[in-house]
């Protein structure tokens, strides 16, 4: 059972107008794209992305049961300012990332985004991508795997675990996340492993590699913030600190003032920013979403507003 995040902090986040146009950029099982949904009136309309086409026809059927205002795209959201141009739309007046593996990714077996299920290491959100994580586990070298084990999953062991991964598959390849989950274990002190599953970090950091996600994500938000109409506003939640420093720094970059004027009293019009945070400090879940769903701890909302 899936549960969305943040649910209405980010949904009352984008301040929604009834004849509005909203993008979902991460549909997932519906949560977000059904709120939205119920508070845009028949004027009001709602494109949701998701790459995954099991998603796509659960949420579709959750979505008619609302409402027909609403069109699913199966795309990347990277791609999602000429998916909406395609549909002769070039403004909309607010946008969601909720950018969370789903629940139902993490508990088929067979996607293979888990440590905890025996499967095949695959880990694609898009089922048609060429990459998967078999390919990285097993054809990257010593060095690659150490680059994304720190970069991506910051984990501290990278070097021991990468070294590890690169002697086993001379054996034989390692074909599942259990056989791989097994290695990282071996390869890490037994005080780590006994503190949290030694594999979640470079489980983590196989998972952005294979999809693409930060670079991605960088170019979505960017696009979104040209998107928006003036009093328009995008959420994003976050679940790492790779995501959230990301958010963070695009977010500050177009809301600064320029240094130019910056000390002046009376700041010329022109040399205003664009957009403003609605949130100074960053949305985090309250103890009973925590105690109710456990994977929201460590998720961060973020909102911004296009001013001018």
Same mark, same amino acid.
Request: glycine letters at 4%; hydrophobic letters at 35%.
């Given at each position: ?40 009136k028949r004027g009001g309309y709602l494109f949701a992305f998701d790459q995954d ?117 001379? &054996?034989?390849?390692?074909? #599942?996340?259990?056989?791989? $989950?097994?290695?990282? =274990?071996?390869?890490?002190? *037994? !005080? /780590?492993r006994r503190e949290k599953h030694p594999a979640r970090k470079v489980f983590q ?37 790779l995501e959230d420093r990301i958010v963070k720094n695009i977010f500050r970059k ?31 879940? &309250?103890?009973?979403?925590? #105690?109710?769903?456990?994977? $929201?701890?460590?998720? =961060?909302?973020?909102?911004? *507003? !296009? /001013?001018?």
């Amino acid at each position: 059972m899936h549960i969305s995040v943040l649910l209405n902090e980010s949904i009352d986040g984008l301040n929604i107008k009834e004849d509005g146009i909203y993008v979902d950029c991460t549909l997932g099982r519906g949560g977000h794209s059904s709120e939205i949904l119920k508070r845009i009136k028949r004027g009001g309309y709602l494109f949701a992305f998701d790459q995954d086409k099991d998603a796509i026809n659960t949420s579709k059927k959750r979505l008619e049961e609302i409402g027909n205002n609403f069109t699913i795209i199966n795309s990347n959201f990277v791609n999602i300012k000429k998916e909406l141009k395609d549909k002769s739309i070039s403004k909309v007046d607010g946008i969601l990332f909720d950018l969370g593996v789903s629940s139902p990714q993490l508990d088929e077996d067979e996607r293979g985004f888990s440590y905890h299920h025996d499967a095949y290491l695959d880990m694609r959100m898009n089922q048609e991508n060429k990459l998967s994580a078999h390919d990285v586990v097993n054809n990257y070298s010593e060095s690659e795997l150490v680059k994304i084990f720190f970069e991506y999953g910051e984990e501290k062991y990278a070097r021991s675990i990468a070294k590890a991964i690169v002697s086993s598959r001379k &054996t034989k390849p390692i074909d #599942t996340t259990l056989e791989l $989950a097994e290695v990282i =274990k071996s390869s890490v002190p *037994e !005080r /780590v492993r006994r503190e949290k599953h030694p594999a979640r970090k470079v489980f983590q950091a196989i998972r952005i590699e294979v999809n693409d996600e930060l670079n991605v994500l960088e170019q979505a938000l960017i696009d979104s913030l040209d998107l928006l109409n003036v009093g328009g506003r995008i959420s994003v939640i976050t679940f790492h600190s790779l995501e959230d420093r990301i958010v963070k720094n695009i977010f500050r970059k177009v809301t600064e003032i320029d240094p130019k004027v910056k000390g002046l009293p009376d700041i010329p019009e022109e040399y205003r920013p664009s957009f403003r945070l609605v949130n100074k400090n960053v949305i985090t879940p &309250t103890e009973e979403e925590i #105690t109710a769903n456990p994977r $929201a701890r460590s998720s =961060k909302l973020r909102i911004i *507003e !296009r /001013v001018k």
